[in-house]
């Protein structure tokens, strides 16, 4: 009965929530990470020259300065210290790069460049020679080359445009591999598959579709978010993993209701359940409405000419009956019977929250 009160319901007003009651089976490789298969951060601190007069002041930016002076004396040009340096040309910057897994010596990476001092703008500007390491302190890569922006900045005496951010670029293959991380996959026995969201189910049942291709590999689910596997084939790690990874799994998901009050998004789960509730929804729309009347004296009096302001004020209020919802039907069913109250999404979120409140939504409700 509840199902027909609700099909009722949703044929007479549009659908303004979009639901998907069923789950699709994914590849491993998109749902776990590999142990050992992971990029790594590096960083580095450059100069970035060239600039057309957007670069660091010498007198906010000490640092540049400095910079300046220790790069010079390196290339021959003596010391400087104390020396009236002005140079607008020139920036500080902060390079970030990630190290790919299995990146050989020789190969090239993007790397990120970021203003560290007061420059306005890198447009126009070359990182000079940049090495960048990683959290042991080794230098694992060397960076250099033309900056490209994205975003622009232009000033005049009494306005500015700005557009994205022009003190943030970024190069294309501008680093250089020097040094490689040991990592030695054919030695392995065994490998874990760590998941982006741990789940009981999910790793059980990744546990189970591996096991299910037979004389290629033993896994075991550690806990939620670890399976082990064991290759059986020792000389033949990279084809096992090669298959592993493209296995086909249902992931499973914990029931989530996901809330963005700023855009009025709403996201439900599939698993979404809620107890047969009945709900109301009402409200009152005032329409206020200004205009001017003259006030005009009679000819020959004495008296002058006035505005006189009149106001309309106007209540309307919405028809509002219950709809009733829920009963552990699915998340289509769901859908409709919010759908049937014929409200936005706004008044949805707030209906939501206040389902969860009365302790009628087995879901977690998150909102961002």
Do not use: C, W
């Not at 009963?327 to 289509?332: A, D, E, I, Y």
């Amino acid at each position: 009965m509840l199902k027909r009160v609700l099909l009722a319901l949703s044929l007479a007003l549009p659908l303004t929530l979009a639901a998907v009651d069923a789950q699709a089976q994914v590849r491993l490789k998109d749902i776990v990470n590999f142990e050992g298969v992971r990029s790594n951060q590096l960083i580095g601190y450059g100069l970035v020259v060239g600039l057309d007069g957007t670069g660091d002041s010498m007198r906010n930016s000490p640092f540049t300065r400095k910079s300046i002076e220790g790069m010079l004396s390196r290339l021959g040009v003596g010391n400087l210290t104390g020396e009236g340096l002005n140079t607008k040309n020139t920036a500080a910057v902060m390079v970030t790069a990630k190290l790919p897994p299995y990146a050989r010596r020789g190969s090239e990476i993007d790397i990120e460049v970021s203003s560290l001092g007061d420059a306005t703008s890198l447009r126009g500007g070359t990182l000079l020679v940049t090495p960048l390491s990683g959290a042991d302190g080794q230098i694992y890569a060397v960076g250099q080359g033309p900056v490209a922006v994205g975003g622009f900045s232009f000033e005049g005496v009494a306005a500015n445009v700005t557009r994205g951010v022009p003190t943030v670029a970024r190069i294309e293959n501008g680093a250089t591999v020097e040094q490689e991380i040991d990592f030695d996959l054919r030695k392995m026995t065994s490998i874990r598959l760590a998941l982006r969201n741990p789940d009981f189910t999910t790793a059980a049942r990744i546990a189970e579709v591996i096991n299910a291709q037979v004389g290629i590999a033993h896994a075991e689910p550690l806990d939620p978010g670890t399976v082990e596997v064991r290759v059986l084939d020792k000389g033949d790690v990279m084809e096992a993993l090669a298959t592993i990874e493209n296995l086909q799994v249902e992931p499973d998901t914990p029931a989530k209701v996901v809330i963005d009050a700023k855009s009025g998004t709403i996201v439900i789960g599939a698993d979404v359940r809620i107890d047969e509730v009945a709900i109301s929804q009402g409200g009152l729309t005032v329409s206020i409405s200004e205009s001017a009347e003259v006030s005009q004296p009679e000819p020959f009096s004495i008296g002058e000419t006035v505005i006189v302001p009149q106001t309309d004020i106007e209540v309307y209020e919405r028809d509002s009956g219950f709809a009733v919802v829920g009963g552990q039907v699915s998340l289509r069913e769901l859908v409709d019977g919010l759908n049937a109250i014929g409200i936005g999404a706004q008044e949805i979120i707030s209906i939501l929250q206040a389902i969860k409140a009365a302790g009628a939504l087995h879901a977690d409700l998150e909102v961002i």
